[in-house]
C-alpha cells in the first residue's frame, strides 16, 4: 500500500493533517520524515484535481443534511418556554426611549396646537369684544350726559315744568333728594317722548325710548356706626358729645336693623333692614363692601315719589350715612347691550356730597348673527 493510501489523501495533494504536520513552526514532523524526496517529488508533478471535484464532498454532504421545518422551530421556542406570537402582541406595547430627534418633533408639534388653540380663543373672544368696544363707550357715553345734564322735569300738576339742579351739582342732602323727586324720576319713569308726545303704556318702562327697564329701580345706602371714630376728652366735656360717626370701613359698618315704630309697610321696612346680597361699589371718595340697608321703589312714578318722600321723613338718611346709591339695569335691544346704571351720592363726615355717576354696558348674548 503506497503512502498517500495510508494516509487517506488524495495523490498529489497535501491533506490539512500532512499539512499540519510538515509545515509547522517547529520544523517537519516525524511523519515527514518517512517520505522520500522522489516520492514528493513525483507527486509534485502531478496536476492538480479541479475545483469542483474538491469541493464535491463539502457540498453533498450538505445536500443530504435535512432542512429545519417549522416543528424544529417550534420546539426550540417550547424549549425556551417563549409564543412568538404572544411575544409580539406584548412588544407592541413595550414603551420603547424617544430618541432626541423624536423628542424635539413631539415637542414642536405640541407646541404648534397650543399656539393654534390660542388663537382660535382670541378670534371667538377678544376680537367681539374689541369690535363693541365703540359701541359699549358710545352708549355709556350717552347715557351718563342724559342723566347727568337733565334739570326740568314736569311737575305732578299737568303741564308744569319744575326746574331743579343737575346731579353734578348736588352737594347736600335737599339736593339729593330734591334730584331724586325731580330728574330721577322723569329719566326712569318717563312719561312723554322728547317731542312732548306721550309714551304708549308698553314704553313707559323704558329710558331714552330703547332702553328698557329689566330690573327693578333700588335706592340703598352705606351706614357706619355712632362710635366708629374718638372724641378728644375736652370737647367731650365742654359739649357732651357721646356719640361720633367716622369714614366708612367694613369695620366700622353699622348692620343693625332699626325698624321706626311708626313704620308698618312692608316694602318700606325692607329700607331699614340690613341686606347683603347688595352688590359692591366704588366712589369717588372711597370703596364700599356689599350688603347696606335699601328697598325697591315702586314701578309708578307717583308711587315711587311718595317712598322718596317717607324716607326723607322718618330719617333713613342721617349723620351716620356714607353714601346713597340709585341703581337699575336697562337693556338696548337694537344695540343688543346691557346697562347696569348707578348714581352714587357720597356723604363723608365733611358733610357736602359727592356725587357721580357710574354705567356699566356689556353684550350678554353674544352670538346673536354672523357677525358676532
Known sequence: MSTSEEHGTNPGVFSDESDAGIFTDNGPSSEGEDFSMDRVASSANKPPLPESQIAAPQTKARAEEPPASKGDAGD?????????????????????PLT??????KVAKETMGHIV????????TILPLQQSASFYSQHQTSMETL??????YPGD???VTVKSKRVGEVRSLQDMFDWLHGPAAAVFYSQNWFSGRPLTLQKLDYVAGNNQIVASLTIRQKRVTSSSCEVTSRFLEANAVDTCAG???PEAEATET????????????????????FASFDGVIGEYNAGGFGMDLSTTVSSAREQLQLLQGLGWVDANTRAVVLETVTYNHVLNLFSTIRIVFETPPSGIIEPSVQIRSTKLYRYLSTTD
Open 258 to 277: 332699626q325698624i321706626p315704630a311708626s313704620v308698618t309697610d312692608e316694602k318700606l321696612q325692607a329700607a331699614f333692614k340690613y341686606n347683603a346680597t
Open 76 to 96: 426550540d421556542e417550547s424549549e425556551l418556554g417563549i409564543n412568538a406570537e404572544d411575544l409580539r402582541d406584548e412588544l407592541q406595547f413595550v414603551k420603547w
Open 247 to 249: 369714614l366708612y370701613s
Open 117 to 124: 388653540f390660542l388663537l382660535i380663543f382670541a378670534l371667538v
Open 100 to 105: 432626541e430627534r423624536d423628542r424635539q418633533t
Open 157 to 159: 300738576a299737568y303741564g
Open 147 to 152: 342723566i347727568s345734564s337733565i334739570e326740568a
